[in-house]
């Protein structure tokens, strides 16, 4: 199983960047798949979740009506659409996969697969 995660980069504030997450392994539609972000000396934050079957979304706070999340079946791979980007935005993001219905989708122990992480910076 491989998630590799991709996108990240430098961006002043107010802009955008999109996540993708391309999955190999396993099956699309078995698996939730969620977004999460850390930086130095915090706990890692879930942000966004994609849940299996139905494919319902689930945002956190400091994200709703910024991030969307979605996904393509054939190519077995989720998006994070990134927009109005803040300072705070900045960490390494990670997308993660997990067997399930979503319900816990932002408790980062219960997940089975994790990407690498890519690093968004926020700045001017």
């Known amino acids: 199983v491989q998630l590799q995660a991709s996108g990240g980069g430098l961006v002043q504030p107010g802009g955008s960047l999109r996540l993708s997450c391309a999955a190999s392994?396993?099956?699309?539609?078995?698996?939730?798949r969620s977004w999460f972000r850390q930086v130095p000396g915090k706990e890692r934050e879930g942000i966004s979740c994609?849940?299996?079957?139905?494919?319902?979304?689930k945002y956190a706070d400091s994200v709703k009506g910024r991030f969307t999340i979605s996904r393509d079946s054939a190519k077995n791979t989720v998006y994070l659409q990134m927009n109005n980007l803040k300072p705070e935005d900045t960490a390494v993001y990670y997308c993660?996969?997990?067997?399930?219905?979503?319900?816990?989708?932002?408790?980062?122990?219960?997940?089975?697969?994790w990407g690498q992480g890519t690093q968004v910076t926020v700045s001017s």
């Open positions: 994609i849940t299996s079957g139905d494919g319902n979304t």
């Open positions: 993660a996969a997990d067997y399930s219905d979503g319900a816990a989708w932002d408790r980062p122990l219960i997940y089975d697969y």
């Open positions: 392994g396993i099956t699309f539609r078995y698996y939730s």
